[in-house]
């Protein structure tokens, strides 16, 4: 609200009664229930007769960090119910080890970073070649340089920190 970017006056009206939900990955012992209570809706839907779910599948399920959370998590079973051809549900593993697990715990990662650093590096290499150096110039102030919007382009420079003035000749 602070930066705009949500009505008060609607976070006001959602936020009669706030209740705090914490992430999935930080409940790892409500996964099987969840999968076993998506297995058995998914396949009562589609008319399947789902009789097991693969240990190998919890444990997957529950070493995972599900950035998605709740909604990725039934996508995906769903998906797998829809593939399952036995009596036995389980979950492709390539599918949940793409990412890495919740048990991997560290602060952040190079990779953010790194494409913040690419990010910048793009932008500031624009203004010499597309504008002659002015940043201030129409095309940059379009965005055209880059095929966004002028406010994402604004707003993505004053993310990055990028000092527009030091590129006017």
């Known amino acids: 609200?602070?930066?705009?970017?949500?009505r008060s006056d609607l976070f006001y009206r959602l936020n009669v009664f706030p209740i705090d939900v914490?992430?999935?990955r930080h409940r790892e012992e409500d996964i099987p229930l969840l999968v076993e209570y998506f297995v058995r809706r998914f396949a009562e839907e589609m008319g399947k007769r789902?009789?097991?779910?693969d240990k190998?599948?919890?444990?997957?399920?529950?070493?995972?960090?599900?950035?998605?959370?709740?909604?990725e998590l039934q996508n995906i079973v769903e998906r797998s119910v829809i593939l399952c051809t036995g009596d036995t549900f389980a979950i492709d593993e390539a599918w949940l080890s793409v990412r890495?697990?919740?048990s991997v715990k560290h602060p952040g990662s190079a990779c953010p970073?790194?494409?913040?650093?690419?990010?910048?590096?793009?932008?500031e290499a624009a203004p010499g070649?597309?504008?002659?150096?002015?940043?201030?110039?129409?095309?940059?102030?379009?965005?055209?340089?880059?095929g966004v919007p002028a406010s994402t382009l604004e707003?993505?420079?004053?993310q990055l920190k990028i000092e527009k003035r030091r590129f006017v000749l």
């Not at 609200?1 to 949500?6: E, N, W």
């Not at 190998?56 to 909604?71: D, H, K, M, V």
Request: hydrophobic share 40%; glycine share 10%.
């Open 100 to 102: 890495e697990p919740a």
């Open 50 to 53: 789902i009789r097991r779910i």
């Open 129 to 146: 070649a597309r504008s002659r150096g002015k940043v201030a110039g129409a095309e940059w102030r379009r965005g055209d340089s880059f």
């Open 113 to 123: 970073e790194a494409l913040q650093g690419q990010e910048k590096a793009l932008i």
């Open 22 to 24: 914490p992430p999935l």
């Open 1 to 6: 609200m602070a930066a705009g970017a949500f």
């Open 155 to 158: 707003s993505k420079i004053r």
């Open 56 to 71: 190998r599948t919890l444990e997957l399920c529950q070493a995972y960090s599900w950035p998605g959370n709740i909604r």
